[in-house]
T-cell receptor, first 113, second 109 residues
Framework: NAGVTQTPKFRVLKTGQSMTLLCAQD?????MYWYRQDPGMGLRLIHY???????AKGEVPDGYNVSRLKKQNFLLGLESAAPSQTSVYFC????????????FGPGTRLTVL | GQNIDQPTEMTATEGAIVQINCTYQ??????LFWYQQHAGEAPTFLSY??LDGLEEKGRFSSFLSRSKGYSYLLLKELQMKDSASYLC??????????WGAGTKLIIKP
């Protein structure tokens, strides 16, 4: 049982480049989330999904897109990276809404130059 | 707006007790979570409170007062491995988590 995995662990991009972050969970969870974590700030929700084939915007969705084609995978895309997107990105999954703990992946540390 | 406040940093001594406070103002309330995050690692779940009162789980306890918009996490018999950041998060009326910036706890021998 791997839990929640994320790839890659580290990445350096130049401004304007694109990339996709992959999140996978093997717990059969319906809900999945993408957060970013910046120094001195709380985790901020980028996008989330309540089930296969669904996605919704969170607090800070601009500059990101997501897809949930399979229940176990949740992809986060950056079409044209900007230095403001330098951050640590965490994926999380949850069995169902309300009162359930979220399980987090190990994070992806992204630097945009 | 929605706001979660917790101290930025606290220091405590090994073997002692420490209380980390969290106050919140959110649109709706569907529970409050505490997570632990070691440096460079992912957050891990510690506790969930939805009703007023104290929930005890081993060395860790969490308290909630909904009328005061207040919670605390109590850590007893502190160990060096408890050095970490402690994140308070509130589930709002849309069932989304609003996160505090975290409290970095430093344990000294």
């Amino acid at each position: 049982n791997a839990g929640v995995t994320q790839t890659p662990k580290f990445r350096v991009l130049k401004t304007g480049q694109s990339m996709t972050l992959l999140c996978a969970q093997d717990m059969n969870h319906e809900y999945m989330y993408w957060y970013r974590q910046d120094p001195g700030m709380g985790l901020r929700l980028i996008h989330y999904s309540v089930g296969e084939g669904t996605t919704a915007k969170g607090e800070v969705p601009d500059g990101y897109n997501v897809s949930r084609l399979k229940k176990q995978n949740f992809l986060l895309g950056l079409e044209s990276a900007a230095p403001s997107q330098t951050s640590v990105y965490f994926c999380a999954s949850e069995a169902g809404q309300g009162g359930n703990e979220q399980f987090f992946g190990p994070g992806t540390r992204l630097t945009v130059l | 707006g929605q706001n979660i406040d917790q101290p930025t940093e606290m220091t405590a001594t090994e073997g002692a007790i420490v209380q980390i406070n969290c106050t919140y103002q959110t649109s709706g309330f569907n529970g409050l979570f505490w997570y632990q995050q070691h440096a460079g690692e992912a957050p891990t779940f510690l506790s969930y409170n939805v009703l007023d009162g104290l929930e005890e789980k081993g060395r860790f306890s969490s308290f909630l007062s909904r009328s005061k918009g207040y919670s605390y996490l109590l850590l007893k018999e502190l160990q060096m491995k408890d050095s970490a950041s402690y994140l308070c998060a509130v589930m709002d009326s849309n069932y989304q988590l609003i996160w505090g910036a975290g409290t970095k706890l430093i344990i000294k021998p």
